[in-house]
């Protein structure tokens, strides 16, 4: 693990991705580990697809900024291509659509193919790939069965060496050294064609990227357990020093009120108003009728002859919430880069909890609400916001 906690303030990880998980599962998963330390950015450096694994670099925190730098550098994948079929996709994400004969092929044309690939080529991006023709990315239109014109891209491969498979000649495996922007699925799929057959990809993995090793990588799982003591320390010490914060401030406050009730130099409110203000954002929380959440008024109305909220009103709310067994801020509108949400109270579009806790509620009303697991996101929780198993929410809630 990083030698201390203030290195997920500004740090590069090396991540190995398992098959099945996307890029952006990766980023998030680990993100759920970095917001507990206080590091809300992690960005990857290149994308690998769903079936892929191997090599993923994350930015953390500061170093974000140092994305580009990362997916500028040549990389290194080995895999496997299946001769004589080809699939839409290019790989064995889509059904084989034609088969070819493959059997001609000898060991001595497969290497010399491959020779003919290294230099600097020329690449048609597949169908199925992110890149957006006419405002609309590529696999849409390959979904519906369309073919959009793409425009030819320059890549250089240093390297490509082939190796037929010892128990089934059909398939074939590689490895490759690159530039950014190649697509190894295409390769195949051009090798195949320049044998005078077919070929897609069966397997791929990344081994490298510049200089950065996929044996150097964490799993997620080895990162989790490794960074559990660090994680358990940091909120340990945080919660220490957020309490003598807290302490300090209120002793602070102490003093400045008891300073200006000497020497009068500001008047205490009296009126019935502000009685029953004070009273009521001290109440305590009410359970709302057939459900555990329980909600209590922080600050009333500043008018209370406005309308109230009612099932299908829309409604536009700033909203923070926490978790209340561990204390951390899991979600806020009013962090950098959010802003206040739009809905349609109280027909379930966000959890149940709040959908009933805003009823009633009228602009410039702000509410806790204090909302179990099981009226949230379920018992199970929602671990990529940090929410464990089980936890309760305590989400407050002003509306617009």
């Not at 892929?52 to 580009?68: F, N, Q, R, Y």
Request: proline letters at 5%; aromatic letters at 8%.
């Amino acid at each position: 693990p990083p030698p201390s906690p203030e290195c997920w303030q500004n740090m590069v990880l090396l991540m190995d991705k398992p098959k099945g998980w996307t890029s952006f599962d990766v980023v998030g998963k680990t993100r759920s580990m970095t917001r507990k330390f206080g590091v809300k950015k992690v960005g990857h450096c290149g994308t690998l697809d769903p079936d892929a694994t191997g090599l993923l670099i994350l930015c953390i925190g500061k170093a974000t900024k140092l994305v580009d730098n990362f997916v500028g550098m040549d990389k290194v994948y080995t895999g496997v291509m299946r001769l004589g079929e080809s699939t839409p996709s290019q790989d064995a994400a889509t059904p084989v659509e034609t088969f070819s004969q493959w059997e001609h092929v000898t060991d001595a044309q497969l290497a010399d193919a491959a020779r003919s690939f290294v230099g600097e080529i020329t690449q048609i991006p597949p169908m199925y790939s992110a890149i957006k023709v006419g405002g609309e990315r590529l696999y849409k239109a390959a979904r519906r069965g369309e073919v959009v014109e793409r425009k030819e891209r320059k890549v250089v491969v240093s390297s490509f060496t082939v190796e037929r498979d010892s128990g089934d000649a059909q398939f074939v495996k590689f490895k490759v050294e690159c530039s950014k922007g190649t697509y190894i699925r295409t390769l195949a799929h051009d090798l195949g064609a320049a044998l005078g057959s077919a070929a897609h990809l069966t397997a791929l993995r990344r081994e490298s990227i510049g200089e950065h090793l996929v044996g150097d990588a964490w799993t997620t799982g080895a990162l989790f357990e490794a960074c559990g003591p660090q994680l358990l320390e940091f909120q340990r010490v945080t919660k220490e020093e957020l309490a003598a914060k807290e302490l300090a401030t209120a002793e602070a406050e102490a003093i400045e009120t008891e300073s200006d009730e000497k020497n009068h130099d500001e008047k205490t409110p009296s009126n019935d108003d502000t009685s029953s203000s004070d009273s009521e954002s001290e109440s305590e929380f009410v359970q709302l009728p057939g459900y555990e959440t329980g909600v209590r008024t922080v600050t009333p109305a500043p008018d209370q002859s406005g309308k109230e909220v009612k099932e299908g009103s829309a409604v536009t709310v700033h909203a923070l919430g926490v978790v209340v067994e561990t204390g951390e801020k899991f979600w806020s509108t009013k962090d950098p880069g959010q802003q206040p949400f739009a809905y349609n109270a109280g027909i379930g579009q966000v959890i149940t909890g709040w959908d009933q806790a805003v009823m009633g509620m009228r602009v410039g009303e702000v509410r806790e609400a204090r909302i179990p697991a099981k009226e949230g996101y379920g018992e199970g929780g929602f671990p990529t916001w940090g929410i464990p198993p089980g936890g309760t929410l305590l989400s407050t809630i002003e509306v617009l």
